[in-house]
């Protein structure tokens, strides 16, 4: 805890200051362009991989960057797409998986989960994307699932009515991303799943 106080100390005394303009338009202005889906994995920082400054970014991390698909009942997660979709008109959604992700591993891996039982459900909702890459084994298991994850989650979130309704109308668009952590490099999935280096 001391370090994440001695943080916000720093915060405050060193980096805060050259931003205090943004920081005071930020306060009553929420205009985000962007929905950034990414994994909970603490390694996957989205305002650095993107080098995004506050108020840039509206971001939703889960275990294994995983978005149901829709369902009715209430959802943390769709509300969060809907709120970004519908109310502040994000123009782009990234769904960004990663290397060496936990949630993928333990699938691919059938890692027993019988101790994790919140977790063992939540991965259920992955059951496509595994199913999808049986065929893969050892670490290039891993990556499959790491793509096909991805891919899938883009499929589910276009079944959440804000997401079809903007995509209907082209004012959103989707983005696959796969995050590297050892080289730090990103790629984008194209349609069919095949990964491409992002380039600018
Ligand atoms: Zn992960």
Do not use: K
């Not at 929420?30 to 650095?48: K, M, N, Q, Y």
């Amino acid at each position: 805890m001391d370090d994440l106080t001695e943080g916000v100390a720093r915060f405050r005394r060193d980096v805060y200051p050259a931003r205090a303009g943004l920081f005071a338009e930020l306060a009553s202005t929420h205009r985000p362009r962007t929905l950034f889906i990414g994994c909970s994995d603490a390694r996957v920082v989205p305002e650095l991989i993107t080098q995004s400054e506050p108020g840039e970014l509206f971001v939703i991390r889960t275990a294994g960057n995983l978005v149901p698909a829709h369902a009715p009942g209430p959802d943390g997660v769709a509300a969060s797409v809907e709120y970004a979709v519908a109310v502040l008109d994000v123009s782009e959604i990234v769904v960004c998986g990663h290397s060496g992700c936990g949630a993928m591993t333990a699938l691919a891996e059938r890692h027993d989960l019988s101790g994790a039982p919140a977790v063992a459900d939540w991965l259920r909702h992955a059951d496509a994307s595994r199913a999808r890459t049986t065929g893969e084994t050892g670490a290039r298991a891993v990556e499959a699932l790491v793509r096909e994850n991805v891919r899938a989650q883009m499929a589910n979130l276009a079944t959440h009515p804000s997401v079809a309704r903007a995509l209907a109308a082209r004012t959103v668009t989707l983005h696959g991303w796969v995050f590297d952590i050892r080289t730090g490099a990103v790629a984008e999935l194209d349609a069919t799943g095949r990964a491409a280096a992002l380039t600018a």
